[in-house]
């Protein structure tokens, strides 16, 4: 099979399409051959060394697939050959082919395709997670919900999941394409924070108050000052750095205004950590995921993709994140 294959720490340009075996399949894994696969940020973090995972070379980057089942296991019991999933994987992902535990591979809902259906693995479970799980945010109808970069993959869902929870939605994003991208997918308002101060307009919106619950894949001065426009007893969520700098919590500014910050990784429920989790964690993985895919089939979730790339094309999309170009997901067809 064809597959990109990482051999030393680098560049999207270092990556190398290559015709390499087909990966075994293990004790309770599905084989499956991947029809869509995603391109994160993280994804580069990852091929540069940079993540705090790294896999073993030489591997084919890629944590998120959709596909058809054509193998399973004697042992899995859930799936089935010719089922329709969305698979989450520790690497493997940028290959036509890929092997997944039965316990991180979830039906695909049926009004949502295998390129939009990418986001289901990953993007969307973050932000549901994130939102809905009572020890992070754990929204509720009637609050106010603050959402960075909401034109990215994980904060399009969180636009879409907090409207859908019954919040107020304010979404912070760069330029006008990209406000009005978050306007279409449910946001009450949008701030361009490339013309205006967000949190300035935050407290104009909230009548002074400040908001109940931010979302924050951004980090750096994004973080520090959205402490700053939290209403009392509010949450923050740091789920990633975006910027590139990790911001240090001012403890003095929680105890005044009774406001906590809730750390989320999704990916230790999915067993991306020293301690694999995955199965502890299931009831609570699956459960989440029916909830997203009722939410599609609802149309409260609609997963987007700007735009599509060949497998042979994977350091092309990996160059359109980094530049910023992109509104929603990028996506590898096979």
Known sequence: MKAMICRQWGLPEDLRLEEVDRPALKLGQVRIKVHAAGISFATTLVIAGKYQRRPPFPFAPGTEVSGTVIEADPACRRLKVNDEVVAVLDWGGLAEEAV????????????????????????????????????????????????????????????????????????????????????????????????????????????????????????????????RCLAVEGRICPIGFASGTIPQVPANILLVKSIAVMGFNYGYYVGWSPHDARVEEADRTFALMERIRGWCEAGHCRPHVDRIFRLEEAAQAMRSLLERKVTGRVAIAM
Do not use: C
């Open 100 to 227: 997944a535990h039965e316990i991180n591979v979830f039906t695909k809902p049926a009004n949502v395709g295998f390129v939009e259906a990418i986001q289901l693995a990953i993007s969307y479970p973050t932000s549901a997670g994130a939102l809905t799980w009572p020890h992070v945010l754990d929204v509720r109808k009637g609050q106010t919900l603050l959402v960075h970069a909401a034109a990215g993959g994980v904060g399009m869902a969180a636009v879409e999941i907090g409207k859908a929870l019954g919040a107020t939605v304010i979404a912070t994003a760069g330029g006008a394409h990209k406000t009005e991208f978050a306007r279409a997918h449910g946001a009450d308002h949008v701030i361009d924070y490339n013309a205006t101060d967000f949190r300035d307009e935050v407290m104009k919106i909230t009548g002074g108050r400040g908001v109940d619950r931010i979302y924050d894949p951004v980090g750096g001065e994004v973080f520090t000052q959205s402490l």
